[in-house]
């Protein structure tokens, strides 16, 4: 295999960042093109060939493989080491879009600020921090660049669910610091069977498999068939190598998630790589008996929309800082009169600020009560349903101020180099998400403010 067939050094022998034919420079090393063949060529053989993650990349586009990852000790040190890779983020902003991928050096440098332990247990070097931490980092890098706040909080938040699964799994999935996990939430094509010592998968295939191209382990939800023809859900784990990636991610927004669809020809899941649904939603996951933090007893499933919401919440405050950027010069230059006749402007601004601040707040407060929560499996049916409620209606709040604010843009809003028609279209793209239902959400909570039956979408593992 060769850098330059592949895109990974120019004609001068700099590395750039790679997504399929075109490249981004947000990494440069001046070293000579055989120097990087070689590291890249030994990289590969001990990897195992092609299949290779974004961070197994980075590793060979340094020539050598950086295991380190900084633990983090606290909310407030993992706010200031975010903060410090957003200019980074920012830069990158474009070309994500363009390219259709987050490049390998931002997820290696999220990577080895351990960010993406935030919700990882102690007891494998994670930082069992919670969902309010991973909120407002999330939050941070969405303002910077969507797509990378998306892939970033699907990929951080997938630790937690990781925690809930047997020993062995969590040992071979958090031994390496930098291995990632992505999930396909429904599986389909043929149903997963039980066999003996676990599960066979063959003919399957599944959608919206956000930070695919960086994970070396996927989640793959499915009713798996048992020996007596029952159909029970559950969680089964498998590595990267075991799918086919097809790349079908040609959308409006959100293009740089690459959430791709994969196949599954074949594939045997060892009974230690599953977990079921049903123990989650109880409170019996076997992964609990390891770990005493809270933040592990959440309500499953309402607690899941929760780690996506930072996503919508940051873009939101990207796309005001965007148009407040694009038209302070232009206020600056008016006069009182003109000024004063902005008045309807100015109100749009604030309006929109005010409903991105005040969807903030809201997450952020239920994210602390899942935190605090002594155990949360006790949740009562109102209050998931409120947590579902909250995170749909936050969501929709921050849809609404960013389509007002591109609706006062003016026509040079439209050009595929202004930030606020990329942030308009991620965040109407994100918020399609069934998670930020509010018609599902809203019937949830009414039916429990009024003691009516379940729906058959509240239903565990429909």
């Known amino acids: 295999m060769s850098f330059h067939r592949t895109g990974l050094l120019d004609k001068h022998g700099r590395v750039c960042c790679t997504s399929g034919s075109r490249t981004s420079a947000c990494i440069h090393a001046n070293v000579s093109a055989a120097?990087?063949?070689?590291?890249?060529?030994?990289?590969?053989?001990?990897?195992?060939?092609?299949?290779?993650?974004?961070?197994?990349?980075?590793?060979?586009l340094t020539?050598?493989?950086?295991?380190?990852c900084?633990?983090?000790?606290?909310?407030?040190?993992?706010?200031?080491?975010?903060?410090?890779?957003?200019?980074?983020?920012?830069?990158?902003?474009?070309?994500?879009?363009?390219?259709?991928?987050?490049?390998?050096?931002?997820?290696?440098a999220l990577s080895q600020a351990g960010l993406f332990r935030i919700m990882a247990p102690r007891r494998y070097g994670g930082a069992e921090l919670g969902f309010?931490?991973?909120?407002?980092?999330?939050?941070?890098?969405?303002?910077?660049?969507?797509?990378?706040?998306?892939?970033?909080?699907?990929?951080?938040?997938h630790s937690w669910l990781l925690a809930l699964f047997p020993q062995q799994a969590q040992e071979e999935a958090?031994?390496?610091?930098?291995?990632?996990?992505?999930?396909?939430?429904?599986l389909g094509g043929e149903r997963p069977k039980r066999v003996d010592g676990g599960y066979r998968i063959a003919n399957a295939s599944g959608r919206f498999c956000s930070g695919i191209d960086h994970a070396a382990w996927i989640i793959l939800g499915a009713g798996v068939e048992t020996a007596a023809g029952a159909i029970e859900p559950r969680y089964l784990m498998v590595p990267q190598s075991d799918v086919e990636v097809v790349d079908d991610w040609f959308t409006t927004g959100m293009r740089g998630t690459?959430?791709?669809?994969?196949?599954?020809?074949?594939?045997?899941?060892?009974?230690?790589?599953?977990?079921?649904?049903?123990?989650?939603?109880?409170?019996?996951?076997?992964?609990?008996?390891?770990?005493?933090?809270?933040?592990?007893?959440?309500?499953?499933?309402?607690?899941?929309?929760?780690?996506l919401a930072g996503a919508p919440l940051g873009m939101a405050r990207g796309a005001v800082n965007s148009f407040r950027e694009k038209f302070r010069n232009r206020i600056a230059n008016l006069g009182e009169t003109e000024i004063a006749e902005h008045s309807a402007f100015f109100v749009r601004l604030a309006d929109a600020a005010a409903a991105v601040d005040a969807a903030m707040a809201l997450i952020v407060s239920d994210s602390r009560q899942i935190d605090h929560a002594a155990n949360g499996t006790k949740t009562s049916r109102l209050d998931r349903a409120r947590l579902m409620r909250d995170v749909a209606n936050a969501a929709h709040m921050c849809r609404q101020a960013v389509n007002s604010l591109f609706e006062a843009g003016g026509g040079s809003g439209i050009y595929d180099g202004e930030d606020l028609q990329r942030i308009w279209r991620d965040i109407n793209a994100s918020?399609?998400?069934?998670?930020?239902?509010r018609e599902r959400a809203g019937g949830m909570y009414a039916r429990a403010l009024f003691d009516l039956p379940p729906g058959k979408t509240e239903r565990i593992g429909n």
């Open 63 to 68: 020539g050598f493989e950086d295991r380190s």
């Open 35 to 60: 120097l990087w063949e070689d590291a890249f060529l030994n990289f590969a053989r001990a990897a195992g060939g092609d299949q290779m993650t974004s961070i197994q990349q980075e590793a060979a």
């Open 132 to 157: 309010a931490t991973l909120t407002e980092v999330t939050a941070e890098i969405a303002s910077a660049c969507g797509s990378t706040g998306w892939i970033y909080t699907v990929l951080a938040g």
């Open 431 to 437: 918020t399609s998400h069934n998670t930020f239902s």
């Open 258 to 307: 690459g959430s791709r669809s994969l196949r599954i020809a074949e594939a045997f899941v060892p009974e230690h790589r599953s977990v079921a649904i049903a123990d989650l939603a109880s409170g019996t996951a076997p992964g609990l008996k390891l770990h005493a933090a809270n933040i592990y007893r959440a309500p499953f499933p309402h607690v899941l929309p929760l780690s």
């Open 174 to 186: 958090f031994t390496n610091p930098h291995d990632l996990t992505a999930t396909v939430v429904r």
């Open 70 to 108: 900084q633990p983090i000790a606290s909310h407030e040190q993992a706010l200031e080491r975010v903060r410090a890779l957003l200019p980074r983020i920012a830069a990158c902003a474009k070309a994500v879009d363009s390219e259709r991928r987050v490049p390998s050096d931002v997820i290696a």
